[in-house]
């Protein structure tokens, strides 16, 4: 069963429209938030007049500031660097909106059309003051030492704070000594990564109510991290976490930014308390292009110092981050990862790099699928090519020069990523090459192309290779749980954003009981029917609560058999299980599962000595993450005469270490693929010189449809199992996602037949127009 | 102030709903809330993602883009409304499961009813213009190409 091409348990639901998503619970008498957000991204707030909204029948509440300032900022998840606690967002703005989009104010009325009414009477004042867009300028002013002191929430008084957040530096080796022993090469590179998104395609929403018979606050419509999100809920809430109830139903899909606790999450816990009545609120789509967590936009400077034969013996990197105008729950999650993440699968003997985590007035940023290694492996890739040419050697050839080798594996770089020592866990990174070369033809597409080429067309190939990281702990748990008519339940600390984790988990216990998977039910995030649970992100869950679930349902085994062996008088070894029945071998005898759990009830429990019920936990633990790696190669044409680029092919080979599902671990990559083309050819958040958001609808936030993606062809392998896990798994979340920006980049530098053309992403077509047009302009200019 | 509502008479999947709304009221948001039809999803509310397709007399629209009223006395066909019973999944839900077309399912209905609709009407369209269909809507978590596979496969299920 582990490793079967299964079919997933959660689509019949879905495929009949029965799901229950954020916006599907309805509640008697239930009342409908609308955010009142500022249209200026500077400014300081004179007034805010709720009086004419409050004159409309069936408008309950209007509150500002004044009305919620007992609560405190939101805190950060990960990454809590403590020189980012004055930058954190608070629930309303106080006296300053920081960007287009900022809540500033919060309706209550009994219907969301008329929530919509009111929110657009609540009249606000706000005095303009300029707007700072560009992360790369000098920094400058940012908080007062009023406001950093407030956000910052440790009852100490900090002075103001510029714009720069954070400014750190992680690496090993000495980069200066190497750079300044007058040996080598030394090659620079300027990268850009354009600032874009998730955007899944549910928008956020929350729907609450404080249960009195209870004695509850129940939260319905979470995702990703219900667990922490309870705990801050109920402090935020002056609760104890077992008086608060967080469910995660259907989640329209995840990638960093759903999930995370975002001021409206506050608010509508918070009202469910004050107001006492069902509170709902349900993001509109231009809210969520302006309110939601954006990411990537991040600038790279890197200078490698090489050997003749293209081995690179330093990096010396710096990056500036575009944080927007707040620093959320990621705290420096993005830019650590960024930094820790840049070296890839190359060995690279001295290494230093800098983030710089700069504020502008913009929507805030957090992470988004494959956080930071999609933008330092676009940079280090461009740069790698870059040596390839200035050497004249094969873009190839260097890589494989500056690969890990098998043979020292496990590899340990001596830096952290996501605070764990970083041990590159198995892998075989030139054997992956190998294989995707051959699977993909890499030698036959380079002819075609060259043919191509001298028949006039502009194609071009070109690939990435990089490293992702998965499976961070510290722990998971779960509990498989069996009914005495043989129905199998796992309740686990997991959450589901869509990616097919309940058929992942139901299949790892039906391995192991030899059962249908189908037949298994899974229970997940929701903090009144298990204990503990991280959630998911960071590609952990395979790793993480499958091998929880392995441990569980093996204990469960185990404890089938102890008492399967007391009843039948038989000793356990002569025991086996097969279609969910415990035999004795080479016997008519056998106990189901259900009669096992029968056999469990608390009376005769005590007698055999068991506990009651034919239940078990599992737990895994581990405190170093796993290590997948990949390469990404692309066919491109761009038309001569629009600049428009078609992506012929995109390949791309994958090592996962296991594949629980590799019809799920294909359609993750795939998936990952589409994303990750939006942010290299189309998805870009722009903004007037104002700050004002260009780019709050589908009309002009261009996310890829079927006319662009191309069918991804994957080779997924298994050649690196991972040494830290039970299953040998690694993530496959991220993996479709890294280097695409990469392989497309080096594509269409080769289209083009300018080597390093290519320096920032989206590739636009007007960039691609100005690019082969530049050429002829210069040809023209040298004639006359 | 009071807001006036009038009735509308909706015929959704051959059953007859007889409901009370606001003219500026969404199809969408009446087939959502006032018959507890949530199939029907909400993705951007102005026109582009799809999620809300439904069939209005054997048509294609978006549920967003069309108030309840201009839907009275019309027949409406949601996601609730493709499979023929409990058991059953209508052939393009069926071979959306079987070909991995769907991750988080929120996309879903609008797909499946688009690519239903279309079927009906053109059972033997090839791949370049489904494809050209499915461009229609968009899906954030599957890449499409399992949406093809998908809708290729009902497409030879429904010729027969």
Partial sequence: MIGARALRIEDRVLLRGAGRFAADTQRAGELHMRVVRSPIAHGRIVSIDGTEALRLDGVTAVWTYADIADLPAIGFRLTPREELLPYRQPVLARSIVRYVGEPVAVVFAESSYLAEDAAELVDLEIEPLPAHLDPDAEPVDWVDAEQASWAAG?????????????????????????????????????????????????????????????????????????????????????????????????????????????????????????????????????????????????????????????????????????????????????????????????????????????????????????????????????????????????????????????EQMPYERPIEAMGTHMVHDSGDYALLFDKAAERFGFSTIREIVSR????????????????????????????????????????????????GVDTVLAQVVAEVLDVPHDTIRVVRGRTDQFQYGRGAFATRLAVMAGSAALNAATALRDKAFRVAAAELAVSVEQLRIRGGVVEVEGSEQGLSLGQIAGLLDPLRANDLKEEPGLSADGWFHTDHMTYPYGLHAALVRIDEATGRLEVERFMVAYDVGRALNPTLVEGQIAGGVAQGLGGALYEEFLYAPDGTPLCTTFMDYLIPTSAEVPDVETLVTEDAPSPLNPLGVKGAGEGGTTAVAAAIASAVDDALQQPGAIDAVPITPGTLHRLLHQTTTQHLTTKE | MTRSTVPVRLYVNGDRYDIEVEPRRTLADALREDCSLTGTHLGCEHGVCGACTVLLDGQPVRACLMFAVQAEGASVRTVEGLAPDDETLHPVQKAFWEHHGLQCGFCTPGFLTLVAGYLEEHPQAEEDELRDVLSSNLCRCTGYQNIVTATMAAAEEMRG
């Fill in chain 1, 154 to 406: 440790h009852g100490e008084n900090l002075p103001a704070q510029d714009s720069e957040a954070s400014v750190f530096t992680i690496g090993y080796g000495d980069v200066d000594a190497a750079f300044s022993s007058g040996e080598g090469r030394v090659f620079t590179m300027d990268a850009r990564i354009g600032r874009h998104t998730g955007v899944p395609m549910e928008c956020r929403g929350l729907v609450a109510v404080y249960d009195e018979a209870e004695g509850q606050l129940i939260v319905d419509g979470a995702a990703k991290v219900p667990f922490w999100n309870r705990e801050a809920i109920a402090a935020m809430n002056g609760l104890t976490p077992s008086r608060v109830v967080v469910r995660e139903t259907h989640v329209g899909g995840g990638f960093g930014p759903r999930g995370e606790l975002y001021p409206e999450d506050v608010l509508v816990t918070v009202a469910a308390m004050r107001l006492r009545a069902p509170i709902k609120w349900i993001e509109d789509r231009q809210e969520h292009l302006m309110a939601t967590n954006h990411s990537r936009g991040q600038h790279h400077r890197l200078r490698a110092l090489v050997d003749d034969d293209g081995y690179i013996r330093a990096l010396d990197a710096s990056f500036t981050l575009d944080q927007g105008a707040y620093v959320r729950t990621h705290g420096a999650t993005v830019a650590s990862l960024t930094a820790s993440m840049l070296p890839g699968p190359y060995v690279i003997d001295n290494f230093r790099v800098t983030a710089h985590v700069r504020l502008t007035h913009k929507t805030p940023a957090g992470t988004y699928r494959s956080p930071g290694r999609y933008e330092g492996t676009f940079a280090r890739e461009r740069l790698i090519d870059t040596i390839a040419h200035g050497l004249g050697l094969s873009r190839e050839e260097v890589r494989r020069r500056n690969f890990i080798g098998r």
């Fill in chain 1, 452 to 499: 191509r080429r001298a028949a006039g067309e502009r194609v071009g190939f070109g690939f990435g290779y990089f490293v992702e990281k998965s499976g961070i702990g510290p722990s998971e748990g779960a509990r498989v749980v069996i009914d005495d008519a043989g129905g199998v339940t796992v309740i686990c600390g997991a959450s589901s954003v869509g990616q």
